[in-house]
């Protein structure tokens, strides 16, 4: 089995930073990541906030900004959240589809020196959440 890394290039269209807009729960966001930030919160005007920035870096920005508001269990459904907006994605955009399609058996591993948990992390050994996500 080989490895596919995605961060950037070729498998860019993996990231939830990429400019594929997503429906989910019946609304259109302009990438998986003004997604996923939207949904760790309730209130309206943080969720609008977010939501309207230009880009996914600014929405991931924002909604660091309100952590201290974010859901109560949000550590323990975020992975679950994801998986339904990167099912979405994919579900939605044929690019995408085939690329993930034509991935096959090989490991996918979002190569990002600065997240462990969602990539592998500056060393190698994050845990490489969205990668077990896109293989499932």
Same mark, same amino acid.
């Given at each position: 089995m080989s490895k596919i890394l =995605? /961060?950037? *290039? @070729? /498998?860019?269209? =993996? $990231?939830n930073f990429s400019a594929h807009e997503v429906i989910f729960l019946g609304k259109t966001y302009k990438t998986a990541e003004h997604c996923y930030q939207s949904q760790k919160f309730t209130d309206p005007e943080i969720k609008a906030e977010i939501e309207n920035t230009p880009s996914p870096f600014m929405a991931k920005k924002v909604s660091h900004g309100h &952590? &201290? !508001? @974010?859901l109560t269990n949000w550590e323990e459904v975020k992975a679950g959240i994801m998986k339904q907006i #990167?099912?979405? @994605? #994919? !579900?939605?955009?044929?690019e995408v589809r085939k690329l993930l399609v034509e991935s096959d058996d090989n490991e996918i591993i979002?190569? $990002?020196?600065y &997240?462990? /948990?969602? *990539?592998? *992390? !500056? &060393? *190698?050994?994050g845990k490489n959440t969205m990668g077990k996500i896109l293989m499932e």
């Amino acid at each position: 089995m080989s490895k596919i890394l =995605f /961060y950037e *290039g @070729k /498998y860019y269209l =993996f $990231s939830n930073f990429s400019a594929h807009e997503v429906i989910f729960l019946g609304k259109t966001y302009k990438t998986a990541e003004h997604c996923y930030q939207s949904q760790k919160f309730t209130d309206p005007e943080i969720k609008a906030e977010i939501e309207n920035t230009p880009s996914p870096f600014m929405a991931k920005k924002v909604s660091h900004g309100h &952590d &201290d !508001k @974010k859901l109560t269990n949000w550590e323990e459904v975020k992975a679950g959240i994801m998986k339904q907006i #990167v099912t979405e @994605k #994919v !579900k939605q955009h044929d690019e995408v589809r085939k690329l993930l399609v034509e991935s096959d058996d090989n490991e996918i591993i979002e190569n $990002s020196p600065y &997240d462990d /948990y969602w *990539g592998n *992390g !500056k &060393d *190698g050994n994050g845990k490489n959440t969205m990668g077990k996500i896109l293989m499932e």
